[in-house]
């Protein structure tokens, strides 16, 4: 008999007595459910645990709710967010709406209004979902940090910005993906069709000279001579190998 994996669920809320009481009520009604007590083990969790929903609080410790939904839309446009929080004011919820929020609770809440909405929305995320697909986690292992230095050059993956030879940079998603990618392989030659399809599940009519473009950005960003690059290095036949050094 086949078995149905369950919905996850990533609760970020600091409150405990509220955090476990949600917990508990979405473990009886069938889900998966892990708990985040501030925003940086929230974003962390919702990196390493892929899960199908996030209910998220706003008043949080170290990144607060509405910096973690500006994250999270950066690299995930169609993963269910419901707001759970205090604050119910109604410019909170136009701020949540514009940030890309896709339900919004006020504190208190009813518990059974909270179940019908999560499975409204742990449904509707099964729409834009075909049959069998594979979780995002579950192909090239990713860098699940939410830092990273290397010579003078320092990643924010929470904010998605870089302080580098270059100045200080935003980086989109994909330039995201492809440092989490080089990071977790630091020191092993990538093959440019390795790397096309971890960072763009290899679409027919993307080509190998998209990794080269994004390499040229690196060495610009990074590297302090990017013609010499140090960090960035290619392996001629391979592809491309990230070296930080000590």
């Given amino acids: 008999m086949e078995t149905v994996e369950k919905k996850r669920v990533l609760i970020i809320e600091d409150e405990s007595h509220i955090a476990e009481g949600i917990k508990l009520n979405l473990t009886l009604q069938g889900y998966a459910a ?4 501030d925003g940086i083990e929230g974003l962390e969790k919702w990196r390493a645990w892929d899960p199908d929903l996030i209910v ?3 008043m949080l410790p170290m990144v607060d709710g509405f910096s973690i939904l500006q994250t999270i839309r950066r690299e995930d446009e169609k993963i269910p967010v419901l707001i759970l929080s205090a604050r119910g004011d109604t410019r909170d919820k136009v701020r949540g709406l514009k940030y890309g929020v896709d339900d919004y609770l006020s504190k208190p ?9 999560v499975e ?10 075909p049959p069998g697909k594979e979780r995002r986690k579950s192909g090239c292992p990713l860098f699940e940090g939410t830092a990273y230095s290397f010579g003078t050059n320092h990643i924010d993956f929470v904010t998605s910005t ?3 030879a270059a100045g200080e940079v935003v980086l989109t998603e994909q330039e995201i993906t492809l ?3 080089f990071i977790a392989h630091q020191g ?4 440019r069709k390795m790397l096309l399809k971890a960072g763009w599940g290899y679409a027919r009519d993307t080509s190998t000279r998209t ?25 001629r036949s391979v592809g491309y190998i990230f070296e930080p050094g000590e």
Avoid: G, H, Q, T
Avoid at 109 to 117: A, H, N, V, Y
Avoid at 188 to 191: F, V
Avoid at 215 to 220: A, D, H, L, M
């Fill in 211 to 235: 990794v080269d473009n994004f390499i040229v950005r690196f060495r610009k960003y990074f590297e302090s001579k990017p013609k010499s690059p140090v960090y960035f290095k290619s392996r």
């Fill in 188 to 191: 092993k030659p990538l093959s």
């Fill in 162 to 164: 870089a302080r580098c």
């Fill in 179 to 181: 440092l989490r990618i």
């Fill in 34 to 37: 892990k708990v985040a007590v």
């Fill in 56 to 58: 998220l609080d706003i």
């Fill in 109 to 117: 809440f009813d518990l059974e209004e909270f179940l019908l909405r």
């Fill in 120 to 129: 409204r929305l742990v449904k509707r995320k099964e729409w834009y979902e």
